[in-house]
């Protein structure tokens, strides 16, 4: 049973648009939500985060916005970069600082000069 | 301040043998956690330790098993290895939760390859 879902393997953005990545969940009990960011050859990098009292959350070039009601979130890169191209991951935990975080499938994103 | 490392970044073994994975967490971080990356299932939740006690486990046989040491350095191991278990294993360091910002920071993880 897939708890979080990323539902689109991959998506193609031109250079300096945004690019939304969606992720949905199943399990009401989450409460913190993570975004990651993976390298071929590297370990995942962490993004953002968010906890389940706010709707939004934004650092620098990544916003991250939850929808509890919908157990939907999104990561929103504006403007992309060629250095974005990446598989971005995210993750949910029950409460924040708990250690087994579930991970969705990820979604490969390309950056397109 | 240096990341999380581990040992070694490949390994081939065959059907059967044992492997021993390593990890040092960043310094001052006590609770180390393994995950398990195939294409398949994506990144799963092996186990967790803290203070060298397993504080949480994942879905997984008896074959995977850890531990951590007095230093907070962690090993897993995986006994009667399968094709299965090919993956990329990655381990995550955290300090403890103290309000608010908190995230676990991954090694680059060791290719594991059985044939």
């Known amino acids: 049973d897939q708890q979080v879902k990323q539902n689109s393997p991959s998506l193609s953005v031109q250079e300096g648009r945004i690019s939304i990545l969606n992720c949905d969940y199943t399990?009401?009990?989450?409460?913190?939500f993570l975004w990651y960011k993976k390298y071929p050859a590297e370990g995942p990098t962490f993004l953002i985060s968010?906890?389940?009292?706010?709707d939004k959350n934004e650092d620098g070039r990544f916003t991250v916005f939850l929808n509890k009601s919908a157990k939907h979130l999104s990561l929103h890169i504006v403007p992309s970069q060629p250095g974005d191209s990446a598989v971005y991951f995210c993750?949910?935990?029950?409460?924040?600082?708990?250690?087994?975080?579930?991970f969705g499938q990820g979604t490969r994103l390309t950056i397109n000069p | 301040k240096a990341g999380v490392t581990q040992t070694p970044r490949y390994l081939i073994k065959t059907r059967g043998q044992q492997v021993t994975l390593s990890c040092s967490p960043i310094s001052g971080h006590r609770s180390v956690s393994w995950y398990q990356q195939t294409p398949g299932q994506g990144l799963q939740f092996l186990f967790e330790y803290f203070s060298e006690t397993q504080r949480n486990k994942g879905n997984f046989p008896g074959r995977f098993s850890g531990r951590q040491f007095s230093n907070s350095r962690s090993e897993m191991n995986v006994s009667t290895l399968e094709l299965g278990d090919s993956a990329l294993y990655l381990c995550?360091?955290?300090?403890?939760?103290?309000?608010?910002?908190?995230?676990?920071?991954f090694g680059p993880g060791t290719r594991l390859l059985v044939l």
């Open positions: 995550a360091s955290s300090f403890t939760y103290k309000g608010q910002g908190w995230t676990q920071y």
């Open positions: 399990n009401s009990m989450f409460d913190y």
């Open positions: 968010i906890s389940s009292i706010k």
């Open positions: 993750a949910a935990s029950p409460i924040e600082g708990a250690q087994k975080l579930v």
